[in-house]
Protein backbone atom coordinates (compact mmCIF):
# COMPACT_ATOMS: atom_id res chain seq x y z
CA UNK A 1 0.00 0.00 0.00
CA UNK A 2 2.82 2.60 0.95
CA UNK A 3 4.99 1.55 -2.26
CA UNK A 4 1.76 2.26 -4.35
CA UNK A 5 1.07 5.64 -2.42
CA UNK A 6 4.67 6.93 -3.66
CA UNK A 7 4.26 5.40 -6.09
CA UNK A 8 1.14 7.33 -7.66
CA UNK A 9 2.77 10.32 -6.24
CA UNK A 10 5.62 9.90 -8.08
CA UNK A 11 3.62 9.40 -11.40
CA UNK A 12 1.44 12.22 -10.61
CA UNK A 13 4.63 14.52 -10.42
CA UNK A 14 5.94 12.82 -13.50
CA UNK A 15 2.82 13.66 -15.68
CA UNK A 16 3.26 17.12 -14.52
CA UNK A 17 6.36 16.68 -16.32
CA UNK A 18 5.67 14.75 -19.25
CA UNK A 19 2.74 17.54 -20.16
CA UNK A 20 4.68 20.15 -18.78
CA UNK A 21 3.53 22.70 -21.35
CA UNK A 22 0.06 21.81 -20.42
CA UNK A 23 0.70 22.04 -16.63
CA UNK A 24 2.44 25.37 -17.36
CA UNK A 25 -0.99 26.60 -19.11
CA UNK A 26 -3.41 25.69 -15.79
CA UNK A 27 -1.03 27.19 -13.77
CA UNK A 28 -0.86 30.16 -16.06
CA UNK A 29 -4.90 30.00 -15.99
CA UNK A 30 -5.26 29.71 -12.50
CA UNK A 31 -2.94 31.92 -11.08
CA UNK A 32 -4.94 34.87 -13.25
CA UNK A 33 -8.15 33.57 -11.63
CA UNK A 34 -6.58 33.36 -8.00
CA UNK A 35 -5.01 37.02 -8.51
CA UNK A 36 -8.36 38.33 -9.97
CA UNK A 37 -10.05 36.40 -7.13
CA UNK A 38 -7.87 37.42 -4.22
CA UNK A 39 -7.89 41.40 -5.54
CA UNK A 40 -11.31 41.32 -5.52
CA UNK A 41 -11.38 39.97 -2.24
CA UNK A 42 -9.02 42.46 -0.61
CA UNK A 43 -10.84 45.37 -2.06
CA UNK A 44 -13.94 44.07 -0.98
CA UNK A 45 -12.29 43.59 2.90
CA UNK A 46 -10.99 47.27 2.33
CA UNK A 47 -14.07 48.81 1.77
CA UNK A 48 -16.20 47.04 3.87
CA UNK A 49 -13.48 48.02 6.32
CA UNK A 50 -13.75 51.46 5.75
CA UNK A 51 -17.40 51.69 5.94
CA UNK A 52 -16.93 50.38 9.12
CA UNK A 53 -14.68 53.21 9.91
CA UNK A 54 -16.89 55.90 8.18
CA UNK A 55 -19.95 54.60 10.07
CA UNK A 56 -18.11 54.68 13.50
CA UNK A 57 -17.58 58.50 12.56
CA UNK A 58 -20.99 58.36 12.70
CA UNK A 59 -21.77 59.16 16.51
CA UNK A 60 -25.52 59.94 17.05
CA UNK A 61 -25.97 62.51 19.57
CA UNK A 62 -28.53 61.94 22.16
CA UNK A 63 -28.89 65.49 23.90
CA UNK A 64 -30.68 65.50 27.65
CA UNK A 65 -33.26 67.60 28.90
CA UNK A 66 -32.26 71.06 31.37
CA UNK A 67 -33.82 69.44 34.01
CA UNK A 68 -31.52 66.20 33.70
CA UNK A 69 -29.72 65.79 36.60
CA UNK A 70 -26.16 63.51 36.89
CA UNK A 71 -28.48 61.12 38.94
CA UNK A 72 -31.06 60.88 36.36
CA UNK A 73 -28.35 60.88 33.16
CA UNK A 74 -27.11 57.78 34.80
CA UNK A 75 -30.52 56.32 34.27
CA UNK A 76 -31.16 57.66 30.96
CA UNK A 77 -27.57 55.89 29.99
CA UNK A 78 -29.06 52.22 31.60
CA UNK A 79 -32.31 53.00 29.37
CA UNK A 80 -30.33 53.67 26.53
CA UNK A 81 -28.03 50.38 26.52
CA UNK A 82 -31.29 48.43 27.12
CA UNK A 83 -32.15 49.51 23.97
CA UNK A 84 -29.14 47.12 22.32
CA UNK A 85 -26.92 47.14 19.53
CA UNK A 86 -25.82 50.31 21.10
CA UNK A 87 -21.31 49.98 20.65
CA UNK A 88 -20.47 52.76 22.37
CA UNK A 89 -21.65 55.66 24.80
CA UNK A 90 -20.09 57.91 25.68
CA UNK A 91 -21.44 61.17 28.56
CA UNK A 92 -20.41 64.94 26.91
CA UNK A 93 -21.12 67.19 29.66
CA UNK A 94 -21.79 70.92 28.25
CA UNK A 95 -18.66 71.94 29.16
CA UNK A 96 -16.98 69.44 27.06
CA UNK A 97 -18.91 70.73 24.33
CA UNK A 98 -18.51 74.34 24.82
CA UNK A 99 -14.40 73.69 25.17
CA UNK A 100 -15.02 71.39 21.59
CA UNK A 101 -17.15 74.22 20.61
CA UNK A 102 -14.65 77.32 21.59
CA UNK A 103 -11.75 75.43 20.60
CA UNK A 104 -13.46 75.32 16.74
CA UNK A 105 -13.85 78.95 17.27
CA UNK A 106 -11.20 80.26 18.55
CA UNK A 107 -9.82 82.09 15.18
CA UNK A 108 -13.21 84.38 15.22
CA UNK A 109 -12.02 86.23 18.31
CA UNK A 110 -15.61 88.42 18.18
CA UNK A 111 -17.65 85.49 18.03
CA UNK A 112 -15.63 84.02 21.40
CA UNK A 113 -16.43 86.93 22.93
CA UNK A 114 -20.30 87.16 22.28
CA UNK A 115 -20.54 83.57 23.78
CA UNK A 116 -18.41 85.06 26.83
CA UNK A 117 -17.73 81.78 29.39
CA UNK A 118 -20.87 79.98 29.97
CA UNK A 119 -21.91 76.78 28.90
CA UNK A 120 -25.25 76.86 30.26
CA UNK A 121 -27.20 77.24 26.97
CA UNK A 122 -25.63 74.07 25.56
CA UNK A 123 -27.22 70.70 26.43
CA UNK A 124 -25.69 67.53 28.30
CA UNK A 125 -25.22 64.69 26.07
CA UNK A 126 -24.67 61.41 24.96
CA UNK A 127 -22.23 60.05 22.19
CA UNK A 128 -23.92 57.03 20.84
CA UNK A 129 -22.42 54.39 18.17
CA UNK A 130 -24.20 51.21 16.97
CA UNK A 131 -23.71 47.87 16.78
CA UNK A 132 -25.41 47.39 13.45
CA UNK A 133 -25.98 50.64 11.05
CA UNK A 134 -28.85 48.42 9.14
CA UNK A 135 -30.82 48.87 12.21
CA UNK A 136 -30.09 52.74 12.84
CA UNK A 137 -33.43 53.62 12.30
CA UNK A 138 -35.13 51.16 14.55
CA UNK A 139 -32.80 51.81 17.38
CA UNK A 140 -32.89 55.81 16.80
CA UNK A 141 -36.58 55.69 17.26
CA UNK A 142 -36.76 53.40 20.38
CA UNK A 143 -34.24 55.60 21.95
CA UNK A 144 -36.31 58.81 21.01
CA UNK A 145 -38.96 56.91 22.97
CA UNK A 146 -37.16 57.41 26.24
CA UNK A 147 -38.00 60.03 28.66
CA UNK A 148 -36.19 63.12 29.45
CA UNK A 149 -34.43 63.22 26.03
CA UNK A 150 -34.80 66.28 24.10
CA UNK A 151 -33.43 65.63 20.92
CA UNK A 152 -31.63 63.01 18.75
CA UNK A 153 -29.69 64.23 15.70
CA UNK A 154 -30.69 62.20 13.15
CA UNK A 155 -28.63 61.76 9.68
CA UNK A 156 -30.90 58.54 8.25
CA UNK A 157 -30.11 60.02 4.82
CA UNK A 158 -26.18 59.34 5.42
CA UNK A 159 -26.85 55.94 7.01
CA UNK A 160 -28.97 55.12 4.38
CA UNK A 161 -26.39 55.35 1.72
CA UNK A 162 -23.80 54.17 3.72
CA UNK A 163 -25.48 50.96 4.19
CA UNK A 164 -26.65 50.87 0.42
CA UNK A 165 -22.81 51.02 -0.80
CA UNK A 166 -21.75 48.72 1.78
CA UNK A 167 -24.16 46.44 0.79
CA UNK A 168 -23.63 46.56 -3.15
CA UNK A 169 -20.01 46.26 -2.22
CA UNK A 170 -20.28 42.86 -0.59
CA UNK A 171 -22.81 41.37 -3.06
CA UNK A 172 -21.28 42.70 -6.36
CA UNK A 173 -18.03 41.26 -5.00
CA UNK A 174 -19.14 37.68 -3.82
CA UNK A 175 -20.52 37.37 -7.29
CA UNK A 176 -17.03 38.41 -9.09
CA UNK A 177 -15.47 35.74 -6.44
CA UNK A 178 -18.32 33.11 -7.40
CA UNK A 179 -18.16 33.81 -11.40
CA UNK A 180 -14.32 33.80 -11.13
CA UNK A 181 -14.05 30.39 -9.94
CA UNK A 182 -16.71 28.80 -11.53
CA UNK A 183 -14.31 30.26 -14.98
CA UNK A 184 -11.16 29.18 -13.40
CA UNK A 185 -12.94 25.82 -12.85
CA UNK A 186 -14.17 25.44 -16.42
CA UNK A 187 -10.89 26.65 -17.81
CA UNK A 188 -8.87 24.14 -15.84
CA UNK A 189 -10.68 21.24 -16.35
CA UNK A 190 -10.31 21.80 -20.56
CA UNK A 191 -7.17 22.07 -20.05
CA UNK A 192 -6.69 19.00 -18.21
CA UNK A 193 -9.19 17.37 -20.67
CA UNK A 194 -6.45 18.06 -23.68
CA UNK A 195 -4.11 16.31 -21.54
CA UNK A 196 -6.30 13.95 -20.97
CA UNK A 197 -6.78 13.22 -24.72
CA UNK A 198 -3.62 12.19 -25.01
CA UNK A 199 -3.30 9.90 -22.16
CA UNK A 200 -6.71 8.16 -23.50
CA UNK A 201 -3.58 5.04 -24.55
CA UNK A 202 -2.35 4.91 -20.86
CA UNK A 203 -5.86 4.98 -19.38
CA UNK A 204 -6.89 2.26 -21.69
CA UNK A 205 -3.88 0.38 -20.37
CA UNK A 206 -5.14 0.76 -17.07
CA UNK A 207 -8.15 -0.42 -17.49
CA UNK A 208 -7.03 -3.48 -19.69
CA UNK A 209 -5.18 -4.69 -16.89
CA UNK A 210 -7.15 -3.89 -14.43
CA UNK A 211 -6.14 -0.59 -12.80
CA UNK A 212 -9.34 0.24 -10.21
CA UNK A 213 -11.05 3.48 -10.82
CA UNK A 214 -9.14 5.09 -8.01
CA UNK A 215 -6.08 3.99 -9.18
CA UNK A 216 -6.79 5.66 -12.77
CA UNK A 217 -7.30 9.02 -10.78
CA UNK A 218 -5.32 9.31 -8.44
CA UNK A 219 -2.14 10.52 -10.51
CA UNK A 220 -4.19 12.99 -11.95
CA UNK A 221 -5.96 13.79 -8.54
CA UNK A 222 -1.87 14.32 -7.28
CA UNK A 223 -1.37 16.53 -10.16
CA UNK A 224 -4.31 18.26 -9.92
CA UNK A 225 -3.87 19.00 -6.14
CA UNK A 226 0.03 20.21 -7.08
CA UNK A 227 -0.70 22.50 -9.88
CA UNK A 228 -3.36 24.14 -7.64
CA UNK A 229 -0.93 24.75 -4.36
CA UNK A 230 1.85 26.18 -6.52
CA UNK A 231 -0.46 28.65 -8.06
CA UNK A 232 -1.74 28.80 -4.89
CA UNK A 233 1.87 29.85 -3.34
CA UNK A 234 2.49 31.60 -6.39
CA UNK A 235 -0.47 34.05 -6.44
CA UNK A 236 -0.28 34.53 -2.26
CA UNK A 237 3.49 36.15 -3.44
CA UNK A 238 2.14 38.70 -6.02
CA UNK A 239 -0.30 39.71 -3.99
CA UNK A 240 1.90 40.29 -1.13
CA UNK A 241 3.82 42.34 -3.02
CA UNK A 242 1.42 44.53 -4.77
CA UNK A 243 -0.70 44.22 -1.88
CA UNK A 244 2.41 45.94 1.00
CA UNK A 245 3.26 48.37 -2.11
CA UNK A 246 0.43 49.62 -2.82
CA UNK A 247 -1.00 50.00 0.56
CA UNK A 248 2.52 52.02 1.75
CA UNK A 249 1.72 54.40 -0.90
CA UNK A 250 -2.04 54.65 0.02
CA UNK A 251 -1.53 55.43 3.58
CA UNK A 252 1.03 57.80 2.61
CA UNK A 253 -0.90 59.82 0.38
CA UNK A 254 -4.16 59.45 2.27
CA UNK A 255 -5.47 59.52 5.91
CA UNK A 256 -7.64 56.44 5.87
CA UNK A 257 -5.96 53.63 6.37
CA UNK A 258 -5.67 50.50 4.65
CA UNK A 259 -6.22 47.18 6.81
CA UNK A 260 -3.06 46.21 7.84
CA UNK A 261 -1.46 43.02 5.98
CA UNK A 262 -0.34 41.53 8.58
CA UNK A 263 -3.61 41.07 10.74
CA UNK A 264 -4.81 38.55 8.13
CA UNK A 265 -2.03 37.56 5.40
CA UNK A 266 -2.57 33.98 6.98
CA UNK A 267 -6.24 34.09 5.41
CA UNK A 268 -4.93 34.89 2.59
CA UNK A 269 -2.79 32.57 1.95
CA UNK A 270 -5.15 29.54 3.71
CA UNK A 271 -7.44 30.70 1.00
CA UNK A 272 -5.34 30.58 -1.73
CA UNK A 273 -4.28 27.37 -0.83
CA UNK A 274 -7.53 25.84 -0.76
CA UNK A 275 -9.05 27.77 -3.61
CA UNK A 276 -6.08 26.48 -5.74
CA UNK A 277 -6.41 23.01 -4.58
CA UNK A 278 -10.00 22.59 -4.73
CA UNK A 279 -9.92 23.85 -8.17
CA UNK A 280 -7.03 21.85 -9.70
CA UNK A 281 -8.38 18.78 -7.60
CA UNK A 282 -11.74 18.92 -8.93
CA UNK A 283 -10.35 20.05 -12.45
CA UNK A 284 -8.67 16.91 -12.52
CA UNK A 285 -11.92 15.03 -11.03
CA UNK A 286 -14.76 16.30 -13.67
CA UNK A 287 -11.74 15.64 -16.87
CA UNK A 288 -11.70 12.16 -15.66
CA UNK A 289 -14.65 10.91 -15.03
CA UNK A 290 -16.36 10.72 -18.92
CA UNK A 291 -13.49 8.08 -18.85
CA UNK A 292 -14.33 6.11 -16.07
CA UNK A 293 -17.98 6.36 -16.64
CA UNK A 294 -18.29 3.39 -19.06
CA UNK A 295 -16.48 0.23 -19.23
CA UNK A 296 -14.94 0.72 -22.36
CA UNK A 297 -12.09 2.51 -24.10
CA UNK A 298 -9.59 -0.58 -24.15
CA UNK A 299 -9.93 -1.56 -27.02
CA UNK A 300 -9.38 0.52 -30.55
CA UNK A 301 -12.65 1.81 -31.84
CA UNK B 1 -13.01 -21.94 -19.41
CA UNK B 2 -15.61 -19.34 -21.96
CA UNK B 3 -18.89 -19.86 -23.01
CA UNK B 4 -20.95 -17.68 -25.04
CA UNK B 5 -24.74 -19.03 -24.99
CA UNK B 6 -26.79 -18.05 -27.85
CA UNK B 7 -25.03 -14.30 -27.31
CA UNK B 8 -27.03 -11.52 -29.67
CA UNK B 9 -25.05 -8.02 -29.74
CA UNK B 10 -26.99 -4.94 -31.73
CA UNK B 11 -25.55 -1.82 -31.30
CA UNK B 12 -27.52 1.18 -30.85
CA UNK B 13 -27.02 1.69 -34.53
CA UNK B 14 -29.06 -1.05 -35.51
CA UNK B 15 -25.46 -2.80 -36.53
CA UNK B 16 -26.35 -6.51 -35.73
CA UNK B 17 -22.58 -7.59 -34.49
CA UNK B 18 -23.33 -11.36 -32.82
CA UNK B 19 -26.38 -13.45 -34.15
CA UNK B 20 -27.15 -16.55 -31.58
CA UNK B 21 -23.52 -16.73 -31.18
CA UNK B 22 -22.61 -20.11 -28.79
CA UNK B 23 -19.32 -21.04 -28.12
CA UNK B 24 -17.12 -23.19 -25.41
CA UNK B 25 -13.54 -22.90 -25.05
CA UNK B 26 -11.77 -25.36 -22.29
CA UNK B 27 -9.02 -24.27 -20.14
CA UNK B 28 -6.03 -24.73 -21.73
CA UNK B 29 -7.14 -24.56 -25.07
CA UNK B 30 -5.62 -22.72 -28.37
CA UNK B 31 -7.88 -21.29 -30.53
CA UNK B 32 -7.72 -19.13 -33.27
CA UNK B 33 -10.56 -16.91 -33.83
CA UNK B 34 -10.90 -15.95 -37.80
CA UNK B 35 -13.14 -13.90 -40.19
CA UNK B 36 -13.09 -11.30 -42.42
CA UNK B 37 -13.29 -7.58 -41.09
CA UNK B 38 -16.66 -6.93 -39.70
CA UNK B 39 -17.61 -10.33 -38.74
CA UNK B 40 -17.84 -9.52 -35.50
CA UNK B 41 -14.52 -10.84 -34.06
CA UNK B 42 -13.89 -7.58 -32.30
CA UNK B 43 -17.40 -7.54 -30.84
CA UNK B 44 -16.65 -10.93 -29.34
CA UNK B 45 -13.12 -9.55 -27.59
CA UNK B 46 -15.28 -6.47 -26.36
CA UNK B 47 -17.65 -9.06 -24.87
CA UNK B 48 -15.02 -10.93 -22.94
CA UNK B 49 -13.09 -7.81 -21.83
CA UNK B 50 -16.31 -7.05 -20.76
CA UNK B 51 -16.25 -3.52 -22.07
CA UNK B 52 -19.85 -4.24 -23.84
CA UNK B 53 -22.99 -6.68 -22.36
CA UNK B 54 -24.88 -8.82 -25.28
CA UNK B 55 -27.89 -7.60 -25.91
CA UNK B 56 -29.30 -11.29 -25.14
CA UNK B 57 -27.75 -14.11 -24.25
CA UNK B 58 -25.36 -15.52 -21.11
CA UNK B 59 -21.46 -15.23 -21.44
CA UNK B 60 -19.62 -16.78 -18.71
CA UNK B 61 -15.96 -17.15 -18.04
CA UNK B 62 -14.13 -18.84 -15.02
CA UNK B 63 -17.57 -19.29 -13.66
CA UNK B 64 -18.42 -15.22 -13.49
CA UNK B 65 -21.38 -14.46 -15.22
CA UNK B 66 -20.27 -11.52 -17.44
CA UNK B 67 -24.05 -9.49 -17.50
CA UNK B 68 -24.21 -9.58 -13.14
CA UNK B 69 -20.17 -8.14 -12.96
CA UNK B 70 -20.54 -4.58 -11.30
CA UNK B 71 -18.54 -1.64 -12.54
CA UNK B 72 -16.33 -2.05 -9.61
CA UNK B 73 -15.55 -5.83 -10.05
CA UNK B 74 -14.66 -4.84 -13.68
CA UNK B 75 -10.74 -4.25 -12.30
CA UNK B 76 -10.96 -7.60 -10.67
CA UNK B 77 -12.05 -9.91 -13.40
CA UNK B 78 -9.73 -8.26 -15.57
CA UNK B 79 -6.59 -9.18 -14.19
CA UNK B 80 -7.23 -12.60 -14.70
CA UNK B 81 -7.16 -12.12 -18.32
CA UNK B 82 -4.26 -10.97 -20.67
CA UNK B 83 -4.36 -9.05 -23.56
CA UNK B 84 -1.84 -8.36 -26.59
CA UNK B 85 -2.83 -5.63 -29.65
CA UNK B 86 -2.35 -5.04 -33.07
CA UNK B 87 -0.85 -1.80 -32.59
CA UNK B 88 0.98 -2.86 -29.24
CA UNK B 89 -0.31 0.25 -26.82
CA UNK B 90 2.99 0.85 -25.27
CA UNK B 91 3.58 3.93 -23.33
CA UNK B 92 6.16 6.38 -25.85
CA UNK B 93 7.52 8.11 -22.81
CA UNK B 94 8.28 5.03 -20.56
CA UNK B 95 10.68 2.39 -21.72
CA UNK B 96 10.57 -1.00 -21.93
CA UNK B 97 11.21 -2.17 -18.33
CA UNK B 98 8.73 0.59 -17.30
CA UNK B 99 5.88 -0.81 -20.06
CA UNK B 100 5.73 -4.06 -18.40
CA UNK B 101 6.66 -2.84 -14.76
CA UNK B 102 3.36 -0.78 -15.32
CA UNK B 103 0.86 -3.44 -15.77
CA UNK B 104 2.32 -4.33 -12.17
CA UNK B 105 2.09 -1.30 -10.48
CA UNK B 106 -1.16 -0.40 -11.74
CA UNK B 107 -2.57 -3.33 -9.61
CA UNK B 108 -1.08 -2.29 -6.73
CA UNK B 109 2.42 -4.60 -6.69
CA UNK B 110 5.45 -3.80 -4.63
CA UNK B 111 8.69 -2.11 -6.16
CA UNK B 112 10.54 -5.17 -4.73
CA UNK B 113 8.35 -7.74 -6.85
CA UNK B 114 8.53 -5.20 -9.66
CA UNK B 115 11.90 -5.55 -10.14
CA UNK B 116 12.48 -9.38 -9.37
CA UNK B 117 9.12 -10.35 -11.88
CA UNK B 118 9.98 -7.88 -14.87
CA UNK B 119 13.23 -8.84 -16.04
CA UNK B 120 12.37 -12.33 -15.82
CA UNK B 121 9.77 -11.88 -18.40
CA UNK B 122 11.77 -9.49 -20.61
CA UNK B 123 13.61 -12.78 -20.44
CA UNK B 124 11.12 -15.08 -21.09
CA UNK B 125 10.07 -12.67 -24.63
CA UNK B 126 14.31 -12.59 -25.13
CA UNK B 127 14.31 -8.52 -24.70
CA UNK B 128 16.51 -8.35 -21.27
CA UNK B 129 19.16 -6.22 -23.41
CA UNK B 130 16.25 -3.95 -25.00
CA UNK B 131 14.93 -2.66 -21.18
CA UNK B 132 16.22 0.65 -21.45
CA UNK B 133 14.91 1.09 -24.78
CA UNK B 134 12.26 3.43 -25.75
CA UNK B 135 9.26 1.75 -27.82
CA UNK B 136 10.34 3.39 -30.96
CA UNK B 137 14.11 2.40 -30.61
CA UNK B 138 12.63 -1.00 -31.65
CA UNK B 139 11.38 -2.88 -34.48
CA UNK B 140 7.26 -3.83 -35.14
CA UNK B 141 8.21 -7.74 -33.77
CA UNK B 142 10.10 -6.19 -30.62
CA UNK B 143 7.21 -3.69 -29.45
CA UNK B 144 4.82 -7.04 -29.53
CA UNK B 145 6.49 -8.85 -27.56
CA UNK B 146 6.84 -5.85 -24.95
CA UNK B 147 3.52 -6.35 -25.11
CA UNK B 148 3.50 -9.86 -24.86
CA UNK B 149 5.35 -9.72 -21.51
CA UNK B 150 3.16 -7.08 -20.25
CA UNK B 151 -0.05 -9.79 -21.01
CA UNK B 152 2.04 -12.07 -19.42
CA UNK B 153 3.22 -10.39 -15.97
CA UNK B 154 0.26 -10.62 -13.98
CA UNK B 155 0.33 -14.25 -14.40
CA UNK B 156 -2.98 -14.04 -16.31
CA UNK B 157 -5.05 -17.76 -16.95
CA UNK B 158 -6.29 -16.40 -20.03
CA UNK B 159 -4.47 -14.31 -22.78
CA UNK B 160 -6.68 -12.66 -25.75
CA UNK B 161 -4.38 -11.43 -28.56
CA UNK B 162 -5.96 -9.15 -31.06
CA UNK B 163 -4.45 -9.68 -34.42
CA UNK B 164 -0.80 -9.63 -32.68
CA UNK B 165 0.75 -10.06 -35.72
CA UNK B 166 -0.69 -7.22 -37.86
CA UNK B 167 1.93 -4.71 -37.84
CA UNK B 168 4.66 -7.49 -37.68
CA UNK B 169 6.76 -8.74 -40.74
CA UNK B 170 6.25 -12.09 -41.63
CA UNK B 171 9.06 -13.76 -40.21
CA UNK B 172 8.81 -12.30 -36.76
CA UNK B 173 4.71 -12.82 -36.87
CA UNK B 174 6.14 -16.84 -36.57
CA UNK B 175 8.00 -15.88 -33.41
CA UNK B 176 5.52 -14.03 -32.28
CA UNK B 177 2.73 -16.75 -32.09
CA UNK B 178 5.14 -19.23 -30.96
CA UNK B 179 5.88 -17.51 -28.26
CA UNK B 180 2.38 -17.70 -27.40
CA UNK B 181 2.12 -21.28 -28.45
CA UNK B 182 5.03 -21.57 -25.54
CA UNK B 183 2.87 -20.06 -23.08
CA UNK B 184 0.08 -22.27 -23.77
CA UNK B 185 2.16 -25.00 -23.78
CA UNK B 186 2.65 -24.08 -20.10
CA UNK B 187 -1.13 -24.12 -18.63
CA UNK B 188 -2.41 -20.49 -19.98
CA UNK B 189 -5.27 -20.94 -22.12
CA UNK B 190 -5.06 -18.92 -26.01
CA UNK B 191 -7.05 -16.81 -27.95
CA UNK B 192 -5.52 -15.29 -30.82
CA UNK B 193 -7.75 -13.16 -33.28
CA UNK B 194 -6.44 -13.04 -37.10
CA UNK B 195 -6.60 -13.30 -40.68
CA UNK B 196 -3.56 -14.35 -41.62
CA UNK B 197 -4.18 -18.04 -43.28
CA UNK B 198 -0.83 -18.96 -43.44
CA UNK B 199 -0.27 -18.61 -39.84
CA UNK B 200 -3.43 -20.59 -38.79
CA UNK B 201 -2.03 -23.23 -41.50
CA UNK B 202 1.35 -23.95 -39.45
CA UNK B 203 -0.12 -24.06 -35.98
CA UNK B 204 -2.69 -26.97 -35.73
CA UNK B 205 -5.04 -25.78 -33.34
CA UNK B 206 -8.51 -25.61 -32.84
CA UNK B 207 -10.01 -22.62 -35.46
CA UNK B 208 -13.55 -20.82 -35.07
CA UNK B 209 -14.57 -19.16 -38.23
CA UNK B 210 -16.64 -15.83 -37.95
CA UNK B 211 -18.99 -14.59 -40.62
CA UNK B 212 -21.52 -11.86 -39.95
CA UNK B 213 -21.74 -12.42 -36.32
CA UNK B 214 -22.67 -16.40 -37.20
CA UNK B 215 -20.26 -18.68 -36.09
CA UNK B 216 -19.89 -20.39 -39.50
CA UNK B 217 -16.66 -23.50 -38.99
CA UNK B 218 -15.41 -24.75 -35.60
CA UNK B 219 -12.78 -27.47 -36.10
CA UNK B 220 -13.76 -28.25 -32.56
CA UNK B 221 -11.93 -28.66 -28.96
CA UNK B 222 -8.77 -30.05 -28.93
CA UNK B 223 -8.58 -30.80 -24.91
CA UNK B 224 -11.37 -31.14 -23.49
CA UNK B 225 -10.76 -31.93 -19.67
CA UNK B 226 -15.22 -32.20 -19.52
CA UNK B 227 -15.22 -35.26 -21.90
Known amino acids: ?301 | MIEFRNVYKTYDNGTKALRDFSLRINEGEFVFIVGSSGSGKSTLLKLLMREELPSSGEIIVAGRRLSTLRHKDLPFYRRTMGIVFQDFRLIPNMTVFDNVAFAMRVIGMSSKAVRKKVPYVLGLVGLNEKARCYPKELSGGEQQRVGLARALINNPALIIADEPTGNVDPRMSFEIVDMLNEINRRGTTVLMVTHEHSLVKKFHRRIIEIQNGELVADSGPEVDYYA
Not at chain 1, 68 to 90: F, R
Request: with cysteine; hydrophobic share 50%; glycine share 8%.
Open chain 1, 1 to 301: MLSSTKYLIREGFRNLWTNRLMSFASMGVLICCLLLMGSAALVSVNISSAMGWLGDQNAVMVFLGDDVTAELSDSVKTQIEAVGNIKTIEFVSREDAFASIMSKLSDDASMVDALSDTAEFLPNAYKVTFDDLSRFEVTVDQIKQIEKIQHVSDKRDFVKRLNGINKVVSVVGLWIVGMLFVVSLFIITNTIKLTMYVRKLEIGIMKSVGATDWFIRLPFLVEGIIIGLFSGIVSFGLVTYVYLTASSAVTSTFTIGIVPYSSFWWIVLLGFLFTGMFAGSSGSLISIRKYLKNDGGISND
